[in-house]
């Protein structure tokens, strides 16, 4: 796929979970996908495969936070099979406190599918607000 | 300029700061050009124009970091006027300290110069290494010329 159609799957994707629907987001992961949250922090390790991204870690994001959850992105760059998305959240925790981080997003796509995400948070407010990532719910660093 | 032209800028950028080389970044800066550090560490906040940029992001991270500073780039996605750099750190502090952090910067460009420059890191390891920029300066300044 080109570019631009790379960058229209995600501005696609992205709408939709602007208003808290991952469902397109979750049906165009390939089985295989790798997301590595970059770093040396807590959270820092790279899930590998499907149900790993989606039940380990946004799984486990979405159990302290409040229903109604939102990523806003504000910028998609496009190159070949990547795609940057740069992005806001707009959250709330389960105890009350704002959840509001700034995400610098890639994508590599193949296909129409993605395979392989990269994620750049402010990881000073995750530990702060989100509270260290599980030691028991840690995979292989990456 | 087409994005393929602002790709080549930056990476000729980055091939110098890969050898600890800031010249070519800093002769590419337009006038008001600002650098922006992302997040809630205690360097996250813009730095507007090339002497706060000098006097307050560069000067105390070289007071704090041993020798010149070094950033790998990794990939560069250009679209536009915008080409984001994947880096990665490799310095040491004065203190003998590995300070590797990861880098995703989102750069824009006007007329073959930098506009602006948007860095995404891990900011907990900023915090954690590096510590208060005033600190860096202030322990710079105390005992290093004795």
Redesign the interface.
């Known amino acids: 796929m080109s570019?631009a159609a790379n960058k229209k799957l995600m501005e696609n994707i992205f709408a939709g979970i602007r208003e808290g629907d991952r469902s397109l987001f979750i049906a165009s992961l390939a089985d295989d996908v790798t997301m590595t949250v970059?770093?040396?922090?807590s959270w820092?390790q790279t899930f590998r495969g499907r149900e790993a991204v989606v039940r380990d870690l946004y799984g486990y994001v979405r159990s302290l936070l409040k229903e109604g959850r939102r990523t806003l992105p504000f910028?998609f760059?496009?190159?070949d099979d990547?795609v940057?998305v740069?992005a806001r959240g707009n959250m709330m925790t389960k105890a009350g406190e704002r959840y509001d981080n700034?995400?610098?997003l890639?994508y590599r796509i193949e296909d129409g599918k993605i395979r392989e995400i990269?994620e750049?948070?402010?990881?000073?407010?995750?530990?702060?607000v989100l509270g260290p990532f599980p030691a028991a719910r840690k995979q292989a660093t990456g | 300029m087409s994005?393929a032209a602002n790709k080549k800028i930056v990476q000729h950028i980055f091939d110098a700061m890969a050898e600890s080389n800031s010249a070519p970044l800093l002769e590419s800066l337009a006038d008001d050009f600002r650098f922006v550090v992302?997040?809630?560490?205690k360097w996250?906040r813009s730095y507007d124009g090339k002497a706060a940029l000098l006097a307050e992001l560069f000067a105390p991270l070289r007071a704090k970091i041993e020798g010149r500073i070094t950033t790998i780039p990794v990939?560069l996605?250009?679209?536009?006027d915008?080409v984001?750099v994947?880096a990665r750190g490799r310095n040491t502090t004065r203190e003998g300290e590995a300070y590797n952090?990861?880098?995703?910067n989102?750069l824009r460009l006007e007329g073959g110069r930098l506009k602006e420059w948007?860095e995404?890191?891990?900011?907990?390891?900023?915090?954690a290494v590096l510590g208060d920029p005033a600190d860096a300066v202030a322990a710079a300044g105390s005992g290093r010329s004795t």
């Open positions: 570019a970059t770093g040396q922090y820092s910028r760059i496009a190159e990547w940057v740069e700034h995400y610098c890639i990269r750049y948070q402010d990881s000073t407010l995750c530990e702060r | 994005a992302m997040g809630s560490s996250s990939r996605i250009a679209e536009g915008t984001v994947q952090n990861v880098y995703c989102v948007i995404y890191c891990d900011t907990a390891l900023v915090d």
